[in-house]
């Protein structure tokens, strides 16, 4: 896929402000929804899930894609995150390890309403990649 269309980013962008209303933050206050499309089409959605050691904490990047490969998905072509207040909010470097991992091609964010498209590697280029990767 060479670009996400528009109609397709939206969607995900919606969807992810939707999954932020799920999020479980009483620590931070900081609510945050993400959804990604797999290579199938399929949508899933995940939200923050803080816990008191906060080490054991998760994006809602993270519990979004997990949700996808618990479900059978192994290719995530696009994830698309919504911060508090709709401010534009970039994925955490944990994150970004975890897209790299299940071969994330854009990252979409939104801000107010409107939806931006990104290349993934502009996020994190030269990525780690497993030895079996290399092959």
């Known amino acids: 896929m060479r670009e996400l ?5 939206e969607a ?3 969807a992810a402000r939707r999954a932020r209303r799920f999020a479980y933050a009483p620590y931070s206050r900081f ?3 993400a959804a990604v499309l797999d290579e199938q089409g399929r949508v899933y959605t995940g939200c923050n899930v803080e816990c008191g050691s906060y080490g054991l904490s998760n994006c809602a990047e993270r519990v979004a894609i997990h949700k996808a490969v618990s479900e059978g998905a192994r290719r995530v072509v696009a994830v698309a995150v919504a911060g508090p207040d709709d ?3 970039t994925p955490c470097g944990a ?3 975890v897209m790299a991992e299940f071969g994330t091609q854009f990252v979409v964010l939104s801000r107010r309403g409107r939806t931006r498209v990104y290349s ?4 994190l280029p030269r990525a780690f990649r497993s ?3 290399h092959r």
């Open 12 to 14: 995900l962008a919606r």
């Open 31 to 33: 609510r945050v929804g």
């Open 5 to 9: 269309d528009r109609g397709t980013a």
């Open 95 to 97: 994150c970004r390890q």
């Open 131 to 133: 030895p079996k990767e």
């Open 120 to 123: 993934f590697p502009d996020f």
């Open 87 to 89: 401010r534009e909010l």
